[in-house]
């Protein structure tokens, strides 16, 4: 007896049908075992594919603890990034370059510079692993178009986003076509799963066809396979996600309607299910820079009257929260 035998099944065509049939922006996808692990072979996979070294990431997003996104910008006028993380090597983190999000400018110098060395822009569409820091529309597109033109891989880590804002995600929320899509979370159902995705071609690069590597014993476990298909198929269900996006609005106004009569300085962002508690008056947060660590004081003592009436919000004013 057992529940995975390191051997393919029948569950992983399953899975990967409902989302393929139902997911305009990728033709094939492979399942791993967590966001991490989908990241870090979607990062090979563009290494491999544009035969480039170097990755964007940007200041604010959160994408697993891979070695070489565990980095922060360095200082001065050099953008590659220095380890953030005991463990992670100076000649790991010399291959990322980390930005600040909604600057088109640091994007294009850092292209024109390296443009030779760019293997791929790797980005969370929706922000929301450090407060939930909402990008514009015509940013991602700027986004999508600069790699275009210079044989750059976009990356929509969604993580977070893919099967949230909608079934199709980010990529579907915004219309906008990336390369490749990392998955997790949602997909498992509550079991351990990460997921990425691209078209045909990028991934016939990758082994049996291709020459990038990539298995994993675990990978499409029928545990969590079956987990993330009875998972998905209540998302297809009809008005899932307007009842989703109806209810939260619901939450959301009705808080920020509070704080607004009282005067309070909070406020609530929001984004389909997804919503995080700030304390700030700004009408915007699109950069990390934005967020005031002044105000995580105020989260602190909120957690805890809350905690003590019973709600269990997430332990940091950094994180969001998700209907
Ligand atoms: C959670 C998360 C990851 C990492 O996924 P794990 O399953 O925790 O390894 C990667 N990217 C994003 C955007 C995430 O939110």
Redesign the pocket.
């Known amino acids: 007896m057992g529940t995975t035998f390191g051997a393919p099944t029948r569950k992983e065509n399953e899975l990967a049908e409902l989302i393929l049939k139902n997911n305009r922006f990728i033709e094939k996808i492979r399942f791993v075992s ?6 870090m072979s979607a990062l090979r996979l563009a290494r491999g594919f544009t035969g480039k070294s170097v990755i964007i990431k940007f200041d604010g ?5 891979v070695d070489s996104l565990l980095v922060n910008a360095g200082s001065g006028l050099s953008t590659f990034g220095i380890s953030s993380s005991a463990g992670v090597t100076e000649s790991v983190a010399k291959d990322t370059m980390v930005l600040p999000l909604n600057d088109r400018r640091a994007v294009e110098i850092a292209i024109s510079d390296y443009r030779e060395d760019i293997a791929a822009i790797i980005i ?1 569409p929706i922000p ?2 450090n407060g939930l820091i909402l990008q514009d529309k015509e940013y991602l597109e700027f986004l999508r178009d600069i790699t275009k033109k210079n044989n750059i891989l976009l990356i929509f ?5 893919g099967f949230r804002v909608g079934f199709e995600g980010a990529a579907g929320y915004y219309g906008i076509q990336p390369d490749i899509i ?1 998955y ?2 949602i997909i498992g159902g509550g079991m ?3 997921a990425y995705g691209a078209n045909k071609e990028i991934m016939s690069h990758i082994s049996p066809d291709g020459n990038v590597y990539q298995a994993g014993t675990l990978s499409g476990n029928p545990v969590a396979m079956n987990a993330g298909i009875a998972q998905l198929k209540i998302c297809l269900q009809k008005d899932f996600y307007s009842n989703l996006n109806n209810k939260t609005e619901k939450f959301a106004k009705t808080i920020n309607d509070f704080a607004k009569e009282n005067n309070y300085l909070f406020k609530i962002f929001r984004i389909g299910s997804i919503f995080w508690f700030a304390f700030t008056d700004k009408e915007f947060v699109k950069t990390s820079s934005d967020i005031e660590s002044e105000s995580m004081k105020y989260f602190r003592e909120m957690h805890k009257d809350l905690l003590e009436s019973g709600i269990y919000l997430g332990p940091s004013g950094y994180e969001v929260g998700f209907i």
């Open positions: 967590s966001g991490t692990e989908a990241v997003c959160y994408h697993g603890h969370e929301a692993n880590d969604e993580v977070i986003s990392t997790g979370k351990p799963v990460g």
